[in-house]
């Protein structure tokens, strides 16, 4: 009897699920001239030195090329999204060239078709993808996702203008008083390098975690915050600590 009812348990979730989704399908080719200086010099695979921010031959940093190649729309979307009350999964991959195309191809025709001028395709498959769940002031999200720590576009703390970080976060708000509220989130991400980072990837992993404790009202927010950037080791318990300092 209990299977039986843990089987229409679940039968009736994964219908409801089922009734909620969405399919994305969206196919937008386009070409465009770009003739501005590449960021890594032909033939080289290393990027063009400079003592400042200027110079004849490079004029925008490394994340002004990066943010600048992944403002160029998809060629393709194909995914889905499911919404309901509590829970919501999204999970979309876009097909596009390889952003490093863009960091080489200089002064040539730009696209957004895969295997045009020779370019690749990014693999990083999907680039969006996560599942949250909300109900009661608990606020729970794993998966990968753009996300940010701040008010302002370039944070001190968390910016969101990379393209998507892998992460979890969970956070819980109550009423204290009939005037307070208080919020307690954990957060912690895993990182891709991209670039070259001095030493191999493989042989330094990077992760970051930070919590925080908010009192606020209408007129006055207060909040007690950690986020610990861990570099060259993996994390461990005294890392990640959800409570201590």
Request: glycine share 6%; proline share 4%; net charge negative.
């Given at each position: 009897?209990?299977?039986?009812?843990?089987?229409?348990?679940?039968l009736?979730?994964?219908?409801?699920?089922?009734?909620?989704?969405?399919p994305?399908v969206?196919i937008?080719p386009f070409f465009?001239?770009?003739n501005?200086?590449?960021?890594?010099?032909?033939?080289?695979?290393?990027w063009?030195?400079?003592?400042?921010?200027?110079n004849?031959d490079?004029?925008?940093?490394?994340?002004?090329?990066?943010?600048?190649?992944?403002?160029?729309?998809d060629?393709?979307n194909?995914g889905f999204?499911?919404?309901?009350?509590m829970?919501?999964?999204?999970s979309?991959t876009?097909?596009?060239?390889d952003s490093?195309?863009?960091f080489?191809n200089?002064?040539?025709i730009?696209?957004?078709?895969?295997?045009?001028?020779?370019?690749?395709?990014?693999?990083?498959f999907p680039?969006v993808?996560?599942?949250?769940?909300?109900n009661?002031?608990i606020?729970l999200?794993?998966g990968?996702r753009?996300?940010?720590w701040?008010?302002s576009?370039?944070d001190?703390?968390?910016?969101?203008?990379q393209p998507f970080?892998?992460?979890?976060y969970?956070s819980?708000?109550?009423?204290?008083?009939?005037?307070?509220d208080?919020t307690y989130s954990?957060?912690?991400?895993?990182?891709k390098h991209l670039?070259?980072v001095?030493?191999?990837a493989t042989?330094a992993p990077?992760?970051t975690?930070t919590?925080?404790?908010?009192f606020?009202?209408d007129?006055i927010?207060l909040?007690?915050a950690e986020?610990n950037?861990?570099y060259?080791k993996?994390?461990?318990?005294?890392d990640?600590s959800?409570l201590?300092?």
């Amino acid at each position: 009897m209990k299977r039986n009812i843990a089987f229409i348990v679940c039968l009736l979730l994964a219908a409801s699920l089922f009734a909620s989704l969405k399919p994305v399908v969206s196919i937008n080719p386009f070409f465009t001239f770009d003739n501005s200086p590449s960021g890594i010099e032909l033939g080289h695979g290393t990027w063009k030195q400079s003592v400042g921010l200027q110079n004849p031959d490079w004029w925008e940093t490394r994340q002004d090329y990066w943010n600048k190649a992944f403002d160029k729309m998809d060629f393709m979307n194909l995914g889905f999204v499911v919404d309901t009350d509590m829970i919501d999964i999204v999970s979309i991959t876009d097909i596009l060239q390889d952003s490093f195309m863009q960091f080489t191809n200089d002064g040539r025709i730009m696209s957004n078709v895969p295997f045009v001028n020779g370019a690749s395709v990014d693999l990083t498959f999907p680039r969006v993808s996560y599942i949250d769940y909300t109900n009661n002031g608990i606020y729970l999200s794993i998966g990968r996702r753009q996300i940010k720590w701040g008010p302002s576009t370039y944070d001190m703390a968390i910016s969101n203008s990379q393209p998507f970080l892998d992460n979890f976060y969970g956070s819980y708000t109550t009423d204290i008083s009939s005037k307070w509220d208080f919020t307690y989130s954990f957060m912690g991400i895993a990182y891709k390098h991209l670039f070259d980072v001095g030493v191999p990837a493989t042989g330094a992993p990077q992760s970051t975690f930070t919590h925080r404790f908010i009192f606020e009202n209408d007129n006055i927010r207060l909040s007690f915050a950690e986020l610990n950037n861990i570099y060259g080791k993996q994390a461990s318990l005294l890392d990640f600590s959800p409570l201590a300092l």
